[in-house]
């Protein structure tokens, strides 16, 4: 299966994707973990994007589109992926239709998780994510680690991603609405498009997830 996941920050959209990644096995590609890693490497792909990471403003076309192209042309790919966090406005939406066209491939659905402003926030403020991954992510009240500090997964120190502050959030939030919402009514066109509500528990929410995604 071919499917990408969107939301507003603090959906819930990489916990979601941890689940059903593994569910439908296959990889789940998150351009922001991708980025994030490249800062944690010091490469120069890490260094162009950090800036405009720790203002809340999207990384340049250029740069983001190659970047998820490489991965998605990973072997591990070949027969499916869930797309985190990509495409994040139109001009990528395009992009991706260009490269899966090419391969004769089709997207499956777009998983549009629906959660209210005033819950995002109450996420983004107590998540901590893992200095080793950034996609082992966890939240103080949510979902806490057995010890304090600690990744569960792995042992690595869990810290608090620097466009979690609340100025960040708002820049961040408003990027959404403005620049990623309008992809929704692109796939819409398309009739890709299925939304669900990403409130509850996150083990209730894999489970709509997959009953949505089996229809
Ligand atoms: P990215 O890393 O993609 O961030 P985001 O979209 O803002 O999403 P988040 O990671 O904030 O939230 P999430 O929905 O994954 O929520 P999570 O599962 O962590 O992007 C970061 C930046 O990178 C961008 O601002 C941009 O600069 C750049 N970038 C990335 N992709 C780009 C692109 N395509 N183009 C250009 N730039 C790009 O959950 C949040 C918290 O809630 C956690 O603490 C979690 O434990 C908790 N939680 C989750 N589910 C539940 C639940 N059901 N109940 C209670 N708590 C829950
Ligand atoms: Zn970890």
Redesign the pocket.
């Known amino acids: 299966m071919r499917i990408v996941l969107v939301?507003p920050?603090?959906?819930?959209?990489?916990?979601q994707a941890a689940f059903l990644a593994k569910n439908l096995d296959i990889p789940h590609i998150?351009?922001?973990?991708l980025?994030r890693a490249n800062i944690s490497q010091g490469t120069q792909l890490g260094l162009e994007?950090k800036g405009?990471?720790d203002r809340?403003?999207?990384?340049p076309d250029e740069v983001?589109i190659g970047m998820a192209k490489d991965r998605m042309e990973q072997a591990d790919a070949a027969n499916g992926f869930l797309l985190?966090?990509?495409?994040?406005n139109v001009a990528?939406a395009e992009a991706l239709d260009v490269v899966l066209k090419a391969d004769d491939m089709q997207l499956d659905a777009v998983l549009d998780l629906e959660v209210p402003e005033d819950e995002v926030v109450k996420?983004?403020a107590?998540?901590r994510i893992c200095r080793n991954d950034s996609s082992h992510?966890?939240?103080v009240t949510?979902?806490a680690p057995e010890t304090e500090g600690v990744c569960d997964t792995c042992g690595g120190e869990l810290y608090q991603r620097a466009?979690d502050s609340e100025e960040t959030v708002r820049t961040?939030l408003e990027v959404y609405h403005t620049q990623t919402e309008p992809i929704i009514d692109y796939y819409r066109a398309q009739n890709l498009v299925v939304t669900i509500s990403?409130l509850?528990?996150?083990d209730e929410?894999t489970a709509r997830a997959m009953g949505a995604l089996k229809k």
Not at 56 to 59: D, K, R, S, T, W
Not at 84 to 88: K, L, T
């Open positions: 939301g920050p603090g959906a819930g959209k990489g916990t998150s351009t922001g973990d980025f994007a405009y990471m809340g403003e999207l990384v983001t985190d966090g990509f495409p994040r990528q996420r983004i107590g998540r992510v966890f939240h949510y979902n466009d961040r990403a509850g528990k996150v929410v």
